[in-house]
C-alpha cells in the first residue's frame, strides 16, 4: 500500500523550501503524484474611499504574481530533478475553501506548522485548525524546527477507540507498512466502554496489513494529555506521531479541541491527523 497522490503546501516563508524537499523525496519514494499548491497573502481592505488603497492594492498584486511565478518555476526545476511527476496551482490566502477542494483529490496532504516568528508565512493564523477539520483526508504536519527523518521508522498510534483515531490509523497504514515498529498508546482518562476496543482487536487489525506493533496502555496522571503525549514519543525515540484531529461545534462553527490543538502548537515531530 503507498500514497499515489500527494499535495504540498507552499507559501513564501523559510520553512516552504524545506517542506517542498521533504515533500518531493516522500512522493518519489511512493512514486506519487505531488501537487504544489502555492498560498499568497491578499490584503483586506476595509476602509473607504477604496482609490486611496487602490495603489497598494495593485502593487501587491504585482509582488504576489512575482512571488508565485518564482516559486513555481523553483517547483518545477526541483520536482523534475527528483523525477517526480506534478502539478502545480496558486491561490490567494482569501479562497481556503478552494485550496481545501483542491486537496480533496489527493491521498496525503503536507503541511508546515505554524511559526510566529516567520514574517514571511502567508498561510493564515488559524489556516491548519481549519484545514484539518474540514479536508477529510490525511494531513501530514511537519514541524517548523529540526531535522526531518528521511523515512518513519518509529512510529507512535495516539489511541482512544475514537472515530477519528480510527481514521487517522487507516489514514497512515501506507507509513504504519513500512515502520520497523508501531506502538499503539492510549492513555485512560476515564473508563469507556463503548469506545475501548480490546486490545487484541488493535493488534490483530495491524497485524494483518504485516505491521510490527506493540500495544500500551496508561493511566493519565496530573500532566496535560498533550505533554504527556509528546513526553512519550520521545521517550520512544518516535519519528511519527499519529492521531484524530478532535473538534466540537461552537453554533455553527467547527472548532479544535484542546489536545489537538496544544499538539499542532507544541510538536515536536512530523504529525499525521485525520478528522
Not at 31 to 39: E, F, P, Q, S, Y
Not at 220 to 232: C, E, G, H, I, N
Amino acid at each position: 500500500m503507498s500514497y499515489k497522490s500527494m499535495t504540498v503546501c507552499l507559501d513564501n516563508s523559510s520553512g516552504s523550501s524545506r517542506r517542498l524537499d521533504f515533500a518531493l523525496a516522500l512522493a518519489a519514494r511512493h512514486g506519487a503524484h505531488l501537487t504544489g499548491l502555492h498560498l499568497t497573502y491578499a490584503p483586506a481592505v476595509f476602509y473607504e474611499p477604496y482609490a486611496d488603497w487602490a495603489p497598494v492594492v495593485v502593487e501587491w498584486e504585482r509582488v504576489a504574481q512575482k512571488r508565485q511565478e518564482l516559486a513555481q518555476e523553483s517547483f518545477r526545476t526541483a520536482a523534475r530533478k527528483a523525477g517526480v511527476n506534478y502539478d502545480w496551482a496558486s491561490y490567494q490566502s482569501s479562497a481556503l475553501q478552494q485550496v481545501i477542494e483542491h486537496a480533496r483529490t489527493t491521498d496525503l496532504t503536507i503541511l508546515g506548522q505554524q511559526s510566529a516568528a516567520d514574517a514571511l508565512s502567508d498561510i493564515g493564523t488559524n489556516f491548519n485548525e481549519f484545514f484539518v477539520l474540514r479536508l477529510g483526508r490525511p494531513v501530514l504536519f511537519l514541524p517548523h524546527a529540526g531535522e526531518l527523518p528521511p523515512a518513519f521508522g518509529n512510529i507512535v498510534v495516539a489511541w482512544d477507540g475514537g472515530r477519528e483515531a480510527g481514521r487517522a490509523m487507516a489514514d497512515a497504514m501506507p507509513f504504519l507498512q513500512e515502520a520497523k515498529q508501531v506502538t499503539v498508546s492510549t492513555l485512560i482518562k476515564k473508563p469507556d466502554r463503548e469506545n475501548d476496543l480490546p486490545q487484541i482487536d488493535i493488534a490483530a487489525y495491524l497485524a494483518r496489513h504485516d505491521v510490527p506493533v506493540a500495544i500500551e496502555r496508561h493511566q493519565l496522571s496530573a500532566a496535560a494529555p498533550a505533554d504527556w503525549l509528546l513526553t512519550r514519543v520521545a521517550d520512544l525515540g518516535a519519528d511519527l506521531l499519529v492521531m484524530g484531529a478532535y473538534g466540537h461545534h461552537r453554533v455553527t462553527e467547527l472548532v479544535l479541541g484542546g489536545m489537538t490543538r496544544s499538539l499542532l502548537h507544541q510538536m515536536t515531530i512530523p504529525v499525521l491527523m485525520s478528522h
